[in-house]
């Protein structure tokens, strides 16, 4: 009887590996490595309980329509140990087939040849869908995983504009008080003593952190103003590139930020201050200028909603140095990830094809996928993390704020579908009063961040500054970098707080050119003349 | 002696081995581990004088440099600065965290109330067990010149608010007492139980003596731990070059550089953020080098003045 029932499993299991390979054409497997995500337990397992890393939508999905078995050469509990298994991983010239690094990672595998040409299978089996993707993020995403002419990755492409800084402000008082939109810094320098006058004692007129370069709370955006571009390679009225940090529009920004900090604008302590330290002052109606990105509608500003719910921050363009000059905010290239094939992978055209189903899951508009492997909401959120490989569109978030612009007027959704529609719909609960939803609406709503990133796309008095070396750290670079910048922080910091006169400034730059600083200058300017 | 010493070896045979040998057992996985942990890594580094490029392999085709990755660091701008932090600031923690917990241990062994005794230990003990990340956030809070605890207190008694954490006069001098305070329960407690080692027919002969507190205290007391100061300091030595990693990363930032800035947090921006490993496991091997030589020192100088071997 037993002998019986365990012949015909046998014969089911048969039968049924007779039909899987007329579903697809071939059959093989490809290996990938992944970091454990800590929210997708609570987004994700914790709802789908037949559902895990290995076997989940995606993989049976891709089983189906490709034929390629998933199969995962380890999954790291966090991001330190993913780098470590694959850096030894690389140590031992066994990577899996398909890889997402960095640029520098992607460099070290194209020297050691552990990675494939890519384009030729990109053109032969990219989706119009994925190469108009790709082609949309602009030119040096791709350039910058090209060696010798040779393309060895598919960047993940990101968003450049979004980079952009923009400054936020206190749009309560400024109504109250009947404050315009600023214009120059002196402009931002009175709104800054009424705001502080009304927040009375512990007043901070602008929020800054002691991470100078960050997102939020930093000096980049006073920077702008001035024309510096800390960090940035900026291209110089003769051509060449010069480090941001150095030039003399950098000493302006100093000087504005030391009388600023001489005259009780900033925050004594800001540069032992971290962001969460800093955020306090805007948190807690002590402050209403604050320099940031698109997404500090998010955080830090949410948390100032979520304590006083008559808070409004706006965004709004740079303020500028000089009456009358143009707005001019410096971006950079937000791709920070490629992925690449394993010389060793026998069907390099796998990744391709991996990138072109998940893009008609979850971008293609007709056929709408989107809530079964993306985001199908009610607490399930984000499942197309479960994907190996995933895309980005670079320029989603703004298509977003425009396609919702129209419908939160009438109030009706129409065709709206996926992140579309969510974010619609945070933006009109927050909208109709719902203050905790409040962000979402401050970046892809009306008078929101994303739309103020268009404008500066469109307004003739914006012009957008790039950093223009996006290649792989050079020789001195990896070497001194690092070395280099803390000396010149360091300066910063002391100028800043008035511990040494602002012609220490010359000094410093001095001797960051000596200690490797002109070697590096002059390996980038060899690099951009090669571009 | 040495013919005592030449029959005794004679003496091992393999009765003697077969007896001994459960022993021998029982301290094999502890070596395994230590030959796994300790030793075999020390194989690594052959990267100090490599140019080395991870994705090549460890025993891949690398470039040997020679002592350039040495040269290449004590070159760097602010390295000898942070060299000089770090001999400064281990030095004063090395010394008071030898002397504060003997003091201690003393007053507190002359207290009379066990149950007092016993919850003053537990409470010193406690700061022991808790991670500098946390201690660090406390500490930031406690020491803000604008509404810390501290400065309040400053400010009350008619002082100027200090910047502990942002100035570079004071920098060093917090580090160095916080690391105290959070240390100084677990020295207290390995001295208060040397002292229970002691024979208290000592004290009783003393008294009969007529010695007084201050007297049993110089007399019978402190050479009775004389062994365990002396064990204390020898280990503590080998710390020279570490003057905390954990406490000064958590609680340092630009500002502080100056003073504060040591190897430790050097290396960790130079090997972690630029991924240089070569001149980080160079100046690993530094340090270990020159700790080796600090404890080889310090066992020798105990060993001629205090007549006192560990090993």
Known sequence: M????????????????????????????????????????????????????????????????????????????????????????????????????????????????????????????????????????????????????????????????????????????????????????????????????????????????????????????????????????????????????????????????????????????????????????????????????????????????????????????????????????????????????????????????????????VFDPELNEYSTYANPGDGLEGVWRLCPVSLNSPDKNQQTAKAIAEPLKTGDPGELYGEQLSMYEYSKAAQDGDTTLWGWNRVFGENGSQQLLIGYQNDENVELVRDEFYGVATETMSMRKTTLDTMLDEAFIKIITGQTPLDEFDTVVESWYSAGGQDMTDEVNEWYQAQ | MAKQAKRVKSKYTKARFKRELPLHLMILPGLILVLIFSYVPMGGLIIAFQKFIPSKGMFGDQKWIGLKNFSYVFSLPGFSRALINTIEIAFWKILFGLLVPIVFALLLNELRGRKFKKAVQTIVYLPYFMSWVVLGGIFHDMLSPSGGVINQLITALGGKPVFFLGDNRYFQGTMIATDVWKNFGYGAIVYLAAMLGIDTQLYEAAEIDGANRWQQTWHVTLPGIKMIVVLMTVLSLGNVLNAGFDQIFNMYSTSVYETGDIIDTFVYRLGLLDAQYGPATAVGLFKSVVSTLFISVSYFLAYKFADYRIF
């Open chain 1, 2 to 361: 037993k002998k019986n029932r365990l012949a015909i499993l046998t014969g089911a299991m048969v039968a049924l590996s007779a039909v899987m390979p007329v579903m697809a054409e071939e059959n093989y497997s490809v290996s990938f490595s992944r970091t454990q995500d800590s929210t997708m337990e609570s987004d994700i397992f914790s709802i789908l309980k037949d559902e895990s890393y290995e076997d989940n939508r995606w993989t049976r999905l891709i089983k189906e329509r490709l034929g390629i078995d998933i199969e995962y050469l380890w999954i790291a509990p966090n991001a330190e140990q993913q780098t470590q298994k694959f850096n030894a991983a690389v140590a031992a010239g066994t990577i899996p087939d398909i890889v997402s690094v960095d640029k520098l990672t992607l460099k070290n595998l194209v020297e050691a040849e552990l990675v494939v040409d890519i384009q030729p299978y990109f053109e032969e089996y990219a989706s119009d869908l994925l190469k108009d993707m790709i082609a949309s993020a602009g030119e040096q995403c791709v350039q910058a995983c090209t060696f010798d002419g040779v393309q060895y990755g598919i960047p993940y492409v990101d968003c450049d504009i979004e980079t952009a800084q923009i400054l936020w402000l206190r749009q309560d008082w400024m109504d109250e008080l009947g404050l315009a939109a600023p214009k120059t810094v002196g402009d931002l320098r009175a709104i800054m003593d009424a705001f502080m006058e009304k927040a009375g004692d512990g007043a901070v007129g602008m929020a800054l952190c002691n991470d100078l370069y960050g997102t939020v709370m930093d000096i980049k955006g006073i920077a702008n103003a001035y024309g510096a571009y800390p960090r940035y390679w900026v291209k110089q009225e003769d051509g060449t590139i010069a480090y941001g940090s150095t030039t003399p529009e950098m000493k302006d920004t100093l000087a504005e930020l030391a009388d600023l900090y001489q005259n009780g604008y900033l925050d004594t302590e800001f540069h032992v201050n971290d962001g969460t330290r800093a955020a306090e002052a805007l948190i807690n109606d002590k402050c209403g200028v604050v320099f940031g990105w698109h997404a500090s509608a998010l955080w830090p500003l949410q948390d100032s909603l979520n304590q006083n719910p008559e808070a409004d921050w706006r965004p709004y363009q740079l303020v500028t140095s000089e009456e009358g000059a143009k707005v001019t905010p410096g971006i950079n290239m937000m791709t920070s990830s490629w992925y690449a094939v394993s010389s060793e992978c026998e069907h390099p055209e796998a990744l391709i094809e991996l990138l072109n189903l998940y893009c008609e899951k």
